[in-house]
């Protein structure tokens, strides 16, 4: 009698997508009238390594997936022919796993930061958000004041390009109109007058009591240019994304406009992320503000000759953003090295000298939003371990120094008399 040959089939169910840390089942579905030899499912990759799996169902248990477990899946199913025992018949099904995850981290940054305040220049400003940690790539999207903000799309930079720099967003040119005409003559708007200063006390201090003075905030810079527009302003948004080597991808959204100080100040910007991993969209928010008050600490508290005194920007009386710049100087003169000014939070000066003593220093700070000045003046203190030189704590020359130069001048005359 004739053996019919065995049949077989085999259809595997298509599986929605996962969330990273999910339990999932590969279910592979069979039809035969052989005796079952074996089913083993296998990860589709460059060496096609065997999961080594046999199960009766068909089915293969993921208790919590990862990203790694991304990608192509095949179950092969294998029965013995009902013809000969020798003979095995062999079928397969494939499925494609697709694990997703949320991203794990979002902040927005302003580009090109620490700038300065322009006041007669129109200046464009960016904000990058950055999206880390998600797969697929998100949604990125920002908004003002919790609005929706309506962007003119930009291309996406060539590969291999450098950073992009966004074109100049004002469409018509500065001209002598828009600069007061004082600016020749005085230099910068509100500076024409020098910072008010009393005579500085010559020789050393010889109070015991106050050690520094701070000088009350002067502001200077919160002069705004005639050209800022009053419009709506024009908004240009470019969206990247670039895939990291475990498998997520990096998104990078960035915001352009020409700012506008009087109105972009105190404005609230947030970056938004809608991902299907995420139940509720994923944000984070930055408020433009300028600098204003500087808070500013000398050490040490009470200086004396040939001390390294170090004068540092310790916070602000807001919260600023973005990073602000600031410029070192000192008012009248140059700084002890030598140099016009100073760039960063801190200003060292090596082994004060003496002729210090009631210098004042000037602290700016500013980013595009806005700058403001503080000054501070130093106080240098006798040194007992330093011996002085000619001059006392007032200035004049000591007694017995006196007397000396008027005795060589006494017999200076006699002799030229005789």
Known sequence: MMLRKGYLTVSIEPLPPVVVGDAVTLKCNFKTDGKMREIVWYRVSSDTSGMGTRSQPGNRSLPEVRISDNGPYECHVGIYDRATREKVVLASGNVFLNVMAPPTSISVLAADTPAPFSRYQAQNFTLVCVVSGGKPAPLVYFKRDGEPIEATPLPEPPVGASSWAPRNLLHRDLDDTKVPKSLAADGELGMGNP???????????????????????????????????????????????????????????????????????????????????LSMPMQSEVTLVAPKGPKITMTPTRARVGDTVRILVQGFQNEVFPEPLFTWTRVGSRLLDGSAEHDGKELVLERVPAELNGSMYRCTAQNPLGSTDTHTRLIVFENPNIPRGPEDSNGSLPRHCGFRFILALTLTVILELT
């Open 195 to 277: 910072f008010p200063t009393a005579d500085a006390p010559r020789g050393l201090a010889a109070e015991r009591d106050s050690v520094t003075e701070t000088i009350p905030e002067t502001v200077v810079s919160r002069e705004f240019p005639r050209w800022v527009h009053m419009a709506e302003p024009i908004y240009y948004f470019r969206h990247t994304h670039a895939p990291v080597s475990d498998g997520t991808v990096e998104a990078r959204a960035t915001l352009t406009w020409t700012l506008n100080p009087q109105i972009d100040n105190e404005a609230l910007f947030s970056c938004e992320v809608k991902h299907p991993a």
